[in-house]
């Protein structure tokens, strides 16, 4: 009996610690989006009526998840610091990043160690720092470690 016990608890950890793949990845997305195509490791989606990008490498154990925000010459200055600012205290898991003229909200992980909770906080997490983005900047409620506030003396940025 015990025996029977030690290998049902053992056979439970291993399929329950599964590691995530793309047929997996693809099999949750599908249940979390609103729409998706492409193929395994290159998906577009759609998450209400924002665009996500959901691109793997399953060799190197990546992935990411990530939306157009804005044009980078539409920013000032000070759009451009609030995103830093936003990524140490309000944007959590996801950054706000600049890549090919454009700036995006991008979620960053692991693939293999990618739960199901996880995934679906990240793709909330991708929508809410686009859509926030010009007002809190923010990818939850949650303010981890401090605020924008208006009496902290605001940097300069060099000019090169």
């Known amino acids: 009996m015990r025996v029977f016990l030690f290998l049902s608890l053992l056979c439970y950890s291993i399929i329950g610690s599964a590691q995530m793949n793309n047929d997996r990845l ?5 249940e979390q989006v609103d729409s998706i ?3 395994p490791g290159r998906w577009q ?3 209400k009526e924002q665009p996500l990008i959901i691109l793997t490498d399953e060799t190197n154990d990546r992935m990411r998840i990530i939306t157009p925000v804005a044009e980078v010459e539409s920013l000032d200055e000070t759009m451009l610091l609030n995103c830093l600012t936003a990524n140490f205290h309000t944007a959590l898991d996801v950054k706000y990043a600049i ?3 454009l700036l995006w909200c991008v979620f960053i992980h692991p693939l ?3 739960t199901e909770k996880q995934l679906s906080s990240a793709i909330q997490q991708v929508y809410s720092g686009a859509i926030t983005f010009g007002t809190t900047y923010s990818s939850t409620e949650l303010l981890f470690g401090g605020s924008n506030s208006e009496e902290k003396p605001k940097p300069k940025l060099k000019k090169t």
């Open 37 to 39: 195509v492409g193929i």
């Open 26 to 30: 693809e099999q949750l997305l599908s």
């Open 45 to 47: 989606a759609t998450y």
């Open 99 to 101: 890549s090919n003229d």
């Open 112 to 114: 293999g160690d990618l």
